[in-house]
C-alpha cells in the first residue's frame, strides 16, 4: 500500500483490509487521522514502515490497533 493512500479521510468508523494481501504498509498510510473503532490490519503483513521513515500511524488518533503476529519489521517512528 502506497504513501498517502487515505490523504484526505480525517474520520473513519473503522478500517478493514478483507481477503487482501498486503506485505508492507508505507510512510503516513494514516497519516492524520481519526479512526474511531479499530483497524484491522491483514494477517499477511510482514513490515510497518521503513527505517528513517516518517511514520505509518503519524499525528493518529487510534482506539484499537493489533499488530499481527507476522509482522517482522516496524519502521522508526510508526506511532509519531
Not at 498486503?22 to 497519516?31: K, L, T, W
Not at 487510534?62 to 517512528?77: K, M
Request: hydrophobic share 40%; net charge negative.
Amino acid at each position: 500500500v502506497q504513501t498517502c493512500a487515505l490523504p484526505i479521510c480525517l474520520t473513519l468508523e473503522h478500517l478493514i483490509f478483507p481477503g487482501e494481501t498486503i506485505s508492507n504498509i508505507a510512510d503516513e498510510m494514516f497519516d492524520s487521522i481519526e479512526v474511531l473503532d479499530k483497524i484491522e490490519l491483514p494477517w499477511e503483513l510482514e513490515r510497518i514502515g521503513k527505517k528513517g521513515g516518517k511514520g505509518v500511524f503519524r499525528n493518529c488518533i487510534l482506539r484499537e490497533l493489533e499488530i499481527p503476529a507476522d509482522v517482522t519489521f516496524l519502521g522508526d517512528y510508526v506511532f509519531s
